[in-house]
């Protein structure tokens, strides 16, 4: 069954700082992952999608990469600002038809 | 993108009583939809899927007869929380995913439940 782990759970730097948060899987034959941002009492907004055949993807500020064989994937955000505050999330699949298994987080806090 | 909606995106309810939240896709037919529910800095945890016109598969740990997940068609699912107690609430989230779109899976925007 494929777990995810997110590390570290809590994260805070000064603006324009650039950083890394961390994700690991337990399943290497994954189908997909996904970044998404969460912010305070709100839904999901999806960030990055990474394909299995794929090692990156970019998005503006974000890079993410994927690691099948190591069972990682790390989003990057170059340059952070305040708005960037907010609770990033990483979610797996292992089949085209099976539901997301989410991480637990790294809430992210940009100081000004 | 598709658009998957929730309603409400947030409710209160007395405890004992029952809620019910829907999620409907509004530009695509969702074959399947998962409900998951995230309490308080926690992950978000899968409760079911549903595949339309069949009935929801539950994890493991969730109450079948207490979440109530009816998916009668293609664009509507419903998660009905039955006699409701202030430990059930929690953010509710449906995601769905249609045939047309591939493997993708859009999220809706959530729904507060505050069971007092």
């Known amino acids: 069954k494929q777990e995810v782990t997110q590390i570290p759970a809590a994260l805070s730097v000064p603006e324009g700082e650039n950083l890394v948060l961390n994700c690991s899987f337990t399943d290497s034959a994954i189908y997909n992952l996904q970044w998404f941002r969460q912010d305070p009492g709100k839904g999901l907004t999806s960030l990055l999608l990474?394909?299995?055949?794929?090692r990156e993807q970019t998005s503006g500020r974000l890079n993410a990469s994927l690691d099948k064989s190591s069972g990682r994937s790390t989003l990057y955000i170059a340059a952070s600002q305040p708005g960037d505050s907010a609770t990033y999330l990483c979610a797996g699949k292992v089949s085209g038809n099976t539901p997301l298994v989410f991480g637990k987080g790294t809430r992210l806090s940009v100081i000004a | 993108g598709a658009v998957v909606s929730q309603h409400p995106s947030w409710v209160i309810c007395k405890s004992g009583t029952s809620v019910k939240i829907e999620c409907r896709s509004l530009?695509?037919?969702?074959?399947?939809m998962f409900w998951y529910r995230q309490f308080p800095k926690q992950s978000l945890m899968l409760m079911a899927t549903s595949n339309e016109g069949s009935k929801a598969t539950y994890e493991q740990g969730v109450e079948k007869d207490k979440f109530l997940i009816n998916h009668a068609s293609l664009t509507l699912s419903t998660l009905t929380v039955t006699s409701a107690h202030p430990e059930d609430s929690s953010f509710y989230i449906c995601?769905?995913?249609?045939?047309?779109?591939?493997?993708?899976?859009?999220f809706g925007e959530g729904s507060w439940l505050t069971v007092v």
């Open positions: 990474i394909q299995s055949s794929q």
């Open positions: 530009d695509f037919q969702a074959t399947t």
């Open positions: 995601s769905a995913r249609g045939a047309s779109l591939g493997n993708t899976i859009y």
